[in-house]
């Protein structure tokens, strides 16, 4: 396949995060680039509905769209590839299942700690954990505390309690290719079945390691001269 303009990307941030993650990405062949960014949750809301709201904004009738979503937005573009047709589907410093969940994340599931986190608490603890989750120049902090800032506590604590009690997907109508830096402290390596590892890189690498993730999703696209769906 050539240089010409094909795909049609749509791509999901992660947790509290916006469109300022992918900024460095350079996506091969894009005929149009897409972010879907998170909504407001409803009272209550349960993932499925909130799923179903998200992909209101990708055009059905696209052909030779790619999905590809940063960790909590991993979960969500797997699930839109159980009913949306797409070509390729990936996943970057994200989960397949909840087994790949370190073993903290499982207790917050029945210990619930992150509802009494507010703006406050982020940002006076940040400089203790910013290291362990991947961000280490003052470029990275200053994005992730801009984009953490902007988000509600009410979307922050439904997409945690969103993310913890995923299961993951059985049938999937499509395999992600996944992306995972040896070096992640959110989803640790260790956990994660079958991934493309970028060495030395951390949950961050989406934006501190772009040009290698770039050019991984590049290579498996141009390993796929023919497209499997296609309107």
Sequence with gaps: MGQEEKYNYYLVPGLGFNEMTFK?????????????????????EKLSNYIQRMAASIDRDLPNKV?????????????????IPVE?????????????????????????????????LINNTFDL?????????????????????????DYFKWAV???LNWNGIKNRKKDPI?????NDQTFPYRNILTPITIKDAGHFMVYNRAEEV?????????????PIFSS
Excluded: C, T
């Design 24 to 44: 460095y990405l350079n996506l091969y062949a894009a005929k149009s680039v897409n972010i879907i960014n998170w909504l407001e949750p409803y009272p209550e």
């Design 67 to 83: 999905f590809i979503g940063h960790s909590f937005g991993g979960v969500i573009v797997q699930e839109f590839s159980q009913f």
């Design 88 to 120: 390729k589907v990936f996943l970057i410093s994200s989960i397949k299942h909840r087994r790949e969940m370190s073993w903290n994340l499982n207790i917050l599931r029945k210990i619930p700690l992150y509802k009494i986190v507010n703006h406050s």
């Design 129 to 153: 954990w910013a290291k362990i989750h991947d961000f280490h120049s003052e470029e990275e902090k200053d994005a992730f505390l801009e984009m953490i800032n902007e988000m509600s506590m």
């Design 161 to 163: 309690h969103a993310i």
């Design 178 to 182: 996944h992306l995972h830096g040896d």
């Design 214 to 226: 770039s050019q991984i999703i590049k290579q498996e696209l141009e390993a796929s001269d023919v």
